[in-house]
T-cell receptor, first 118, second 111 residues
Framework: GAVVSQHPSRVICKSGTSVKIECRSLDFQATTMFWYRQFPKQSLMLMATSNEGSKATYEQGVEKDKFLINHASLTLSTLTVTSAHPEDSSFYIC??????????????FGPGTRLTVL | QKEVEQNSGPLSVPEGAIASLNCTYSDRGSQSFFWYRQYSGKSPELIMFIYSNGDKEDGRFTAQLNKASQYVSLLIRDSQPSDSATYLC???????????FGRGTSLIVHP
């Protein structure tokens, strides 16, 4: 299957700082990437849909000014958590949409980034 | 509101048994269906997908789709303790590339 990487895998930061998370599709071009957040023992929550070259589409209740998304190329999307607070501590997972495989419009997930805000 | 329902479990099966995981969906226009496995503390990984009614087999895994009844299931044969994880069902509605995920079913395979 296709490979999606995320960096960093784990980050600890102080309250008030900003954290950038990168998501890369390594062996396919992804016009669309998705950002999810998952709290312990909870289900995946879609935060936003990131389309290459255009503004991201945020889900209801997700602050676009706090979670900045940039999808500058067909293989890279970034999520910046601005002015992070302890309640932003979570597992952030990106996924990339692979449309190259026949009729298989498949999402592949990155390994996730565990953010801890002190 | 598109809904994808899964029993949260846990579903507990003995090693070597068949584990059956079920998923129902509300949108009759749904076109494609995916199963992901998520180990604790890790991100989901794709197991398989299915588009057409009937069965699709991949190794020890079989996906079953019944569009008339709006359910999709995943069978795991010869279950192993390493199969213990949460299994997520994802459904794509026609014309949408944004899937709706179920909340997942926790599977425990005990030796």
């Amino acid at each position: 299957g296709a490979v999606v990487s995320q960096h960093p895998s784990r980050v600890i930061c102080k309250s008030g700082t900003s954290v950038k998370i990168e998501c890369r599709s390594l062996d396919f071009q992804a016009t669309t990437m998705f950002w999810y957040r998952q709290f312990p023992k909870q289900s995946l929550m879609l935060m936003a849909t990131s389309n290459e070259g255009s503004k991201a589409t945020y889900e209801q209740g997700v602050e676009k000014d706090k979670f900045l998304i940039n999808h500058a190329s067909l293989t890279l999307s970034t999520l910046t958590v601005t002015s992070a607070h302890p309640e932003d501590s979570s597992f952030y997972i990106c996924s990339a949409r692979d449309t190259s495989g026949g009729n298989a419009d498949t999402q592949y997930f990155g390994p996730g980034t565990r953010l801890t805000v002190l | 509101q598109k809904e994808v329902e899964q029993n949260s479990g846990p579903l507990s099966v003995p090693e070597g048994a068949i584990a059956s995981l079920n998923c129902t969906y509300s949108d009759r226009g749904s076109q494609s269906f995916f199963w992901y496995r998520q180990y604790s503390g890790k991100s989901p990984e794709l197991i398989m997908f299915i588009y057409s009614n009937g069965d699709k087999e991949d190794g020890r895994f079989t996906a079953q789709l019944n569009k008339a009844s709006q359910y999709v299931s995943l069978l795991i044969r010869d279950s192993q303790p390493s199969d213990s994880a949460t299994y997520l069902c994802a459904v794509f509605s026609g014309g949408s590339y944004i899937p709706t995920f179920g909340r997942g079913t926790s599977l425990i395979v005990h030796p």
